[in-house]
């Protein structure tokens, strides 16, 4: 006999890489996704734009406008079961034998094995203890499987068949003739394991037992071949002695038969490695069933093989901040960073490629990117990168705009074939509304995390025409920045609302920014909604300065 049962490990496909803005993202942080993720597949690599919460109106317009697919959210890029490499289709349909499971962890060197059913879903689980005591300990010999399992165990080709299915007891034929037909017992549920003795074959087929299993190459005469087919008595001849005919008989109930211990702690395949380590730590067991959402058994992993994990690959956009970053951030693997911002705290394992550069909008580096690559820009690219360069510098006005930003703008604006400055009016019209907009959702339209020392500190920022749209809505904001600011224990948390008409800025913040804001903008009683004039950066004008103050209060 051959036995197919060797399995190897899958891998999983590792060569999809996320690229993703900050957290609250904002039109360039978007649209820089999704621009640089085209410019890497043209390059021949395998990416997906993904944005890590919902986009704003703002960004909603341009993707509407341009008919773009808004990218997938991400969650988080922790390590997952289904990045692990487990040994896939390590299962055992639960009608096999208990003997085919037997060969399987033999073959593979491994201590159990999930059971399903033939639709592939979870049964329970069989270890290799379970499969010894029952080879061990097994003294009934209870026989309850298939006709073809006991042909491939016994390795015989020469048999009576008349039942697909055999149940019953197996008797040795051990006794001399009269002590075996006086004294056991057999009948319609027997099965009789003997040699060339005629006496008992006669008495057996007479009592037109189940199964007759004849040792050692003995045949039947040819009249107790007519007899047992009259009595449509099973028989089946085999080289193999009785003695290994009672160690392996058992061998051929089905693996479900096997007396097991308690019921088996599964994980599914989105369960988090993380969680996975901590839940077995205590279990102390060494083998866990891997599922589907659908219950159905993948495989299993071993414990010893948690640590082969394939970390998610992921580009940073517009970001270099953990706090404004992806959850689970620290157990991917960066290969790249593409951002226009101050160098924040995030760390790599090894050198990666990291682009950085002082203007208004992450999409001029991008722009820059596609030329050095002699990669051609389409129209559509063309209005993302520039409807991403107009948000982030309010149309070319803020002061973090660069001579490179202008340059770039105007060659984007007439490959998109778009008005800039029409064109750039409607876009950053079309996020000022508030109407509909819970105070939370205002808050975290544009809301950014910044590490200060020990301390953390909130900066977040809207857009208005007419900050008179905000003045009946004042306390109920404050109210809810005092919240935020207690719940996450932030030292400041403000808002700035940015009229971009004016290039002014006001003022709504916590309690606890009050004398911050004082010291930064030299306020000597500062009220909420205070105007500071001429501040529309939060990356010039807005975190150096709270920063700042934050250090030196």
């Known amino acids: 006999m051959c036995y197919n049962l060797k399995y190897k490990k899958v891998g999983i496909n590792v060569e999809k890489i996320y690229i993703f803005g900050h957290k609250n993202p ?19 690599m395998n990416t997906e734009p ?40 390590f299962i055992i349909d639960e009608n096999k034998t208990i003997f085919e499971a037997f060969q399987m962890m033999n073959v593979n060197a491994i201590t159990g094995l ?74 319609e549920k027997s099965i009789i394991i003997v040699g060339d003795r005629e006496t008992i074959i006669k008495h057996a087929i007479d009592s037109k037992v189940k199964l007759i299993i004849m040792v050692k190459g003995k045949k039947l005469t040819e009249e107790l071949r007519k007899s047992a087919i009259a009595n449509k008595v099973n028989v089946i001849m085999t080289n193999k002695s009785s003695f290994k005919i009672a160690r392996v008989l058992c061998l051929t109930n089905p693996i479900k038969s096997i007396k ?10 989105d369960d ?41 690959k992921v580009i940073l956009v517009d970001h270099n901040m953990r706090a404004q970053s992806v959850d689970g951030l620290e157990e991917a693997e960066i290969l790249e960073i593409t951002d226009h911002h101050n160098i924040g705290d995030i760390i790599t394992s090894s050198p990666i490629n990291f682009r950085n550069m002082s203007v208004g909008a992450v999409n001029t580096i991008i722009y820059h990117l596609y030329k050095e690559n002699n990669v051609k ?31 770039v703008a105007n060659d984007l604006a007439k490959i998109a074939e778009l008005d800039l400055n029409k064109y750039g009016l409607e876009l950053l019209s079309s996020g000022v509304s508030i109407e509909g907009l819970t105070a939370n959702e205002i808050v975290f339209k544009d ?27 004042v ?28 290039n002014n800025s006001y003022l709504l913040f916590s309690d606890n920014s009050k004398k911050i804001l004082e010291l930064a903008y030299g306020f000597e009683d500062v009220k909420e909604g205070e105007i500071v004039k001429g501040v529309v950066s939060r990356k010039k004008q807005m975190v150096p300065f709270i920063m700042g103050a934050i250090e030196h209060s």
């Open 475 to 502: 306390d109920e904001i404050v109210e809810e920045l005092n919240r935020v600011a207690k719940n996450h224990d932030y030292k400041s948390c403000v808002l700035f609302v940015t009229n971009f008409l004016t």
């Open 447 to 473: 809301f950014k995390i910044y590490k200060v020392g020990e301390y953390n500190m909130s900066i977040a920022q809207v857009f208005t025409t007419d900050f008179k749209l905000f003045e009946p809505r």
């Open 26 to 44: 904002d039109a360039d942080s978007v649209c820089g996704a999704i621009t640089l993720s085209n410019l890497k597949n043209e390059l021949g």
């Open 114 to 187: 999930p059971l399903v059913d033939n639709s592939g879903k979870f049964k329970g689980y069989v270890s290799l203890k379970e499969v010894a005591s029952e080879m061990i300990y097994n003294e009934n010999l209870h026989i309850d499987t298939i006709f073809e399992n006991l042909t491939n165990i016994l390795e015989s080709d020469d048999y009576i068949k008349f039942d697909n299915h055999i149940s019953g007891y197996a008797h040795a034929a051990t006794f001399d003739d009269e002590t075996f037909i006086n004294d056991v017992k057999i009948d």
């Open 50 to 89: 993904r944005i890590l919460s919902p986009i704003n109106k703002e960004t909603e317009y341009i993707l509407n406008r341009f008919n773009i697919d808004t990218p997938k959210y991400l969650n988080d890029v922790r390590v997952q079961i289904k990045d692990v490499n487990y040994h896939k289709n």
């Open 260 to 269: 097991r211990g308690i019921d088996t702690i599964t994980f599914t395949i």
């Open 272 to 312: 988090y490695l993380t969680d996975f380590k901590e839940e077995t730590n205590k279990l102390k067991h060494t083998n866990y069933p891997i599922l589907n959402s659908q219950g159905t058994c993948l495989g299993m992993l071993r414990t010893i093989d948690a640590h082969e994990v394939f970390r998610k």
């Open 377 to 407: 820009i389409s129209k559509k690219m063309a209005a993302l990168m520039l409807s991403g360069i107009i948000s982030d510098t309010l149309l070319l006005q803020s002061p973090t705009t660069t001579e490179k930003d202008r340059l």
